[in-house]
């Protein structure tokens, strides 16, 4: 047996055993419920564990936000860290950190969550500083705590976009992907202009709209006592008022595909060329969203993949090429990309990619490829309920998008029901050069055709 054989047959029973340990349908004890205020809460206990992770999901995310106020979401990932009523400013790290654990927050286009692992004995630290920070944040608010937030939102921007190599593209990408108005249009990250412009009254305003018992989701996943945290979230949580659930952005119509091309081409301070086509797709956990996770996994989802063995292996023209798929609630995105070895042009790469995502459709995935990613994609998926902190964050992820927080079952069995006739026909629809945006980065200094657009009717 050589090596590569036998890599593979490993690999193969890997799978399968990982697969056999999780195919009875509740496997993950989960205790999932409402208090009367609204407040979702999915437990998860794990004897095996010695730690606790708390996430909080808001369901608030930039897809809420309205034109001329970007970045409010992603603002209060940075202001919930601030100090709320009984815990000074700085104090809400110190306390975790002296506990022994840590903390974070993310914002996306659906949610904005926040999260910490702390050893299980400190679990009622955390629970009571998510209460404290949910119910009596604006109580520690000034008009100096949102300045030094905001400018540190601002900085981030400069960071994460206009100073990372072809971070600027992203932003030009999403705005002509979707239409103006539409919530994917909005960025994440805002505008200078629109952060500059919010003020204490906004940004109270988007508090008090969003962060509410009934807005919002909290899983506890460790090794807990589940009488006993049930006993203190009903105290730390239960006490706080009724209110209606926000008015949240919904999808109104089914996603459909860019009306017509576009082509984006700028200048960053980069040393060679990358070319990114950006495809719409239905929204999250969708009936084509499946073979659509297979096709961007068959097309560029590692070494193995068609991009990969194309530009960087055989024909060598770029040193590293991917694609993958974001799901979202108002429609998710599909993205492919590569960045050119130095010396090849930008056209050659974008030849290279256009014609392999037409061989996606002339030369649809077969049996053995489509079995192939739903192996890698099956194992991944297992890889991220092995850590507590991914597993917490996949939980409320599948309660928001499905209603189920233990849909781990149905998320495989969509996989697995994916043939290849099934991802030809998904491919055909969604994955056409004549839907896609098509953004050329060049180096500073390079001509460019003054190729641009905006989006079509969403």
Not at 356 to 378: D, F, H, N, S
Not at 423 to 441: E, G, K, Q
């Amino acid at each position: 047996m050589t090596a590569r054989v036998f890599a593979c047959a490993l690999v193969a029973t890997l799978v399968s055993s990982a697969a056999s340990t999780r195919a009875a349908p509740g496997a993950l004890t989960i205790d999932h419920y409402r208090l009367d205020n609204g407040l979702e809460v999915i437990l998860q206990p794990d004897p095996g564990l010695t730690s606790a992770v708390v996430h909080v999901w808001f369901h608030v995310g930039s897809k809420d936000e309205v034109l001329g106020k970007s970045g409010f979401a992603h603002l209060f990932e940075h202001l919930m860290f601030e100090g709320s009523k009984h815990v000074p400013e700085g104090q809400f790290d110190r306390l975790l950190e002296a506990a022994g654990g840590w903390n974070n927050g993310t914002t996306n286009n659906d949610r904005t969550n926040y999260f910490e692992q702390v050893p299980v004995s400190m679990l009622p630290l955390a629970l009571w500083l998510e209460a404290d920070r949910l119910a009596g944040l604006w109580d520690a608010m000034s008009p100096a705590v949102l300045t030094n937030q905001r400018d540190v939102v601002k900085n981030e921007r400069r960071q994460s976009y206009e100073n990372r190599p072809y971070g600027s593209a992203e932003l030009l990408i999403t705005q002509a992907l979707w239409p103006r108005g539409h919530g994917n249009w909005n960025l994440t990250i805002g505008t200078i202009e629109d952060l500059d412009a919010a003020s204490m009254a906004d940004v109270e305003a988007f508090w008090r709209a969003y962060y509410r018992p009934s807005n919002a989701t909290l899983v506890v996943v460790g090794g807990f006592d589940v009488a006993r945290t049930k006993a203190l979230i009903h105290t730390l949580f239960a006490w706080m008022p009724t209110q209606a659930v926000p008015v949240r952005r919904t999808l109104d119509a089914p996603v459909v595909p860019l009306a017509r091309p576009i082509t984006i081409e700028t200048t960053d301070r980069v040393q060679v060329p990358k070319v990114i086509i950006a495809l719409r797709a239905p929204a999250a956990y969708g009936p084509e969203t499946a073979e659509l996770t297979i096709a961007a996994q068959i097309l560029g989802g590692g070494k193995s993949s068609r991009l990969h063995r194309r530009l960087v292996f055989n024909d060598r023209i770029a040193t590293e090429a991917y694609a993958s798929f974001g799901e979202q609630m108002l429609g998710g995105e599909l993205n492919i990309a590569a960045v050119a070895r130095p010396g090849v042009t930008a056209a050659t790469v974008r030849a290279a990619i256009e014609d392999e995502l037409r061989g996606l459709r002339t030369r649809p995935p077969t049996a053995a490829e489509i079995e192939r990613a739903r192996r890698v994609l099956e194992v991944g998926m297992l890889g991220v309920l092995e850590n507590p902190s991914s597993r917490a964050d996949q939980l409320a992820e599948w309660a928001a998008y499905t209603g189920d927080p233990d849909h781990l079952d149905e998320s495989r069995a969509a996989l697995a029901a994916v043939t290849p006739e099934s991802c030809a026909r998904v491919i055909a629809r969604w994955m056409s050069l004549d839907a896609a945006v098509t953004a050329i980065v060049l180096p500073e200094g390079s001509p460019t055709t003054g190729g641009s657009g905006h989006g079509g009717a969403p």
